[in-house]
Structures are given as C-alpha cells and as structure tokens.
C-alpha cells in the first residue's frame, strides 16, 4: 500500500518565505510544526493508504480530470488559522482568485466518485498551510502578527499541472514523492 494524495505544488516565492521566516522566529518558543517552503501545496484529494490495485483507476480518472481542465492564476493573500481562535491547530495562507481552483477541485472529485472517493464532506478551503500547531505558550504573539499579515499580497501562482504524490511519513516529517504529474 502507499500513502497517496493529489495536490498542486506551490512553488514558494521570497515573500511566502519572508513571511514564514518571521513567523518561525516570533513563535520559535512554540511547539509548532512548520511547513518546509518547498513541500507547500493546495490539497485536492488525500486517499490515505491504498491498495496497489487502485492506483492505475486513480491515474486514469486524473488525467481525464487534467484533459477536462484549463491552466489558471492563483494569488496568495492574508492569513490566518483553522481550530479553535485561543489554541489554532493550522496557521495557513490565504488563497484568492480561486474560481480556477474551486473549478479544478469539482472536476477532480467527479473523476474519482466512480471509484469510490467521494469529496470530502467539509466545503473545500483553499489554503497553504504554514504550520501545525502543537501548543502556544502566548497566543498574542500569533495574533500580531495574523494582524501584520492580515492583508499581505504575497503574489499570483499560475497553475497547468497537478500531482499525484506518496506520502512517506518519516520522524523528520513526511516526505512527497511525486508518481505523477497531471498536465492541464
């Protein structure tokens, strides 16, 4: 069995990665998980472990989902948290302009419903998560700067592929490899 999730890999710029350098040192007496810059994505499906024999449906319903779709712009914008305001289990990225996304996330969810995925029963929001938050010691400290970042550009992302990755879960984190790309 392998560990797989579909998403599209967000490359990150010098703002995305200013902002979470800043982050890191403010909270850096926190437990806090933080997200390498280079493994940040926008989640469009996780299946969790599956089965070999699944594997080759799954691509095919992917690429149909990619033939059916068409490239677009993402910008990055604001932050925030998911989970309770006083303890957040995400610290995350806004994403704005998401009609492409939103659009791609629906065609990829109708490809995979014949083989048993259904979408996910929370409404799909888009984000990049940042950090996962294992206990704050000051939750001041997160909302300066949820505040100071509240409005942030951090720049446009255009989209023509996504991915199918594994998940390998290491001690050090997980570690994505790519099985397929998707062009669009």
Known sequence: MKRLF?????????SVTDVLDHFRSELEGDRINWVSPAKM????KFFGDTPMRDEP????ALEAAGKESEPFTIRIRGCGT???????RVIWLGI???DGLIRLYDTVNKHLKPLGHKPDKKVFVPHL?????????????L???????AEEDFGEVTVNHFTLYQSILKPTGPVYHPEMNVLM
């Open 6 to 14: 579909t998403a599209i890999h967000v490359p990150p710029t010098g």
């Open 41 to 44: 994505h926008l989640t469009l």
């Open 57 to 60: 449906p799954i691509k095919k």
């Open 82 to 88: 998911f989970g309770n305001p006083r303890m957040p």
């Open 96 to 98: 704005k302009q998401a």
């Open 129 to 141: 998560t940042i950090a996962r938050v294992k206990h704050l010691t000051s939750h001041a400290g």
């Open 143 to 149: 909302e300066e700067l949820l505040a100071e970042y």
